[in-house]
């Protein structure tokens, strides 16, 4: 649940309840979608999965052509982590957008980078697991572009807002994006595993998939407490032969699918991953 929010821009914090801040019409990030942004979680006094998100930050600059060296992490993590803490929040939900600050039209004149961070308290702490599964099912009428950016969080965000209501319009909690090859790619807001037999089972990031930061930590996690993990290409019907079916992101941890395309499913290796994750 979502209690209050705050918005950072132009070097101030904004309560939007009160006062919203003013965006210029004329941003890149409004006209062309030229920015990108990371979703984060804040909880036991911290920024979780701090290292992974510098990492992804800085490749989605390089990737992007925005200056690496305009920016510092580590100060923009303090001062969100400082804030949070000012305003007695026990945990937080963090987006950090970055754009380029330029004119010109679709080619920019120059490469300045701007930023800004909009947090939202929440009442759960930690991950916790979905107590119920949701309900997921497929998406096909768009599908993921084989290319570099779509390992990114780009604000080009189109398909996900399709598959979005197209689930929404089916009475389902999230569905399945395919890639270009007409294989599982992930979902409107997370990366997915599927269990079969020993095995838990993801696309790799050559299927074009976003590089989650909560896709590595599960992986990480999920192999040195001696599960096997591959990462390997997964098409469709794997899904519906699968025994689980497991969604990933920064915020919300891991959440377990109790029904997919009808089929009901188990949530064992969910919760003893939930369970490390905490």
């Known amino acids: 649940m979502i209690l209050e929010t705050r918005v950072y821009h132009n070097g101030e914090w904004h309560n939007p309840a009160k006062k919203a801040p003013q965006f210029d019409f004329r941003s890149r990030i409004h006209k062309y979608g030229d920015g990108f942004f990371e979703s ?22 390089m990737l992007l052509k925005m200056p690496v060296s305009d920016i510092s992490t580590d100060e923009i993590f303090q001062l969100i982590e400082e804030y949070i803490k000012d305003l007695q929040w ?64 780009t604000q080009s965000s189109l398909i996900y807002v399709m598959a979005g ?40 990031l ?23 993990v591959s990462e390997r290409p997964i098409a469709e019907i794997e899904l519906m032969a699968a025994s689980e079916i497991f969604l990933t992101n920064a915020v919300s941890g891991i959440q377990w699918v109790g029904n997919y395309m009808g089929k009901p499913l188990h949530n064992g290796t969910a919760k003893v991953l939930s369970q490390r994750l905490n």
Not at 117 to 132: C, D, F, T, V, W
Not at 206 to 227: F, K, L, T
């Open 165 to 204: 209501l197209h689930a929404q319009e089916q009475g389902w909690n999230d569905s399945v994006i395919f890639n270009q090859a007409g294989r599982v790619c992930e979902t409107v807001s997370s990366n997915i595993f599927c269990v079969s037999g020993d095995f838990i089972h993801t696309p790799p």
């Open 40 to 61: 984060m979680k804040f909880f036991g006094g911290s920024i979780r999965h701090a290292h992974h998100h510098t990492e992804r930050i800085r490749r989605s600059l």
């Open 206 to 228: 050559s299927e074009h998939c976003i590089d989650g930061v909560m896709r590595r930590v599960v992986i990480e996690s999920a192999q040195a407490y001696g599960y096997q």
């Open 90 to 153: 026990a945990q937080a939900r963090i987006r950090l957008s970055f754009y380029r600050e330029a004119d010109g039209y679709y080619t920019p004149n120059n490469s300045r980078l701007g930023f800004f961070i909009e947090i939202k308290q929440m009442e759960n702490e930690g991950y916790p697991l979905n107590s119920e599964g949701l309900i997921l099912g497929n998406y096909h009428e768009l599908v993921k572009n084989e290319n570099y950016l779509s390992l990114l969080k």
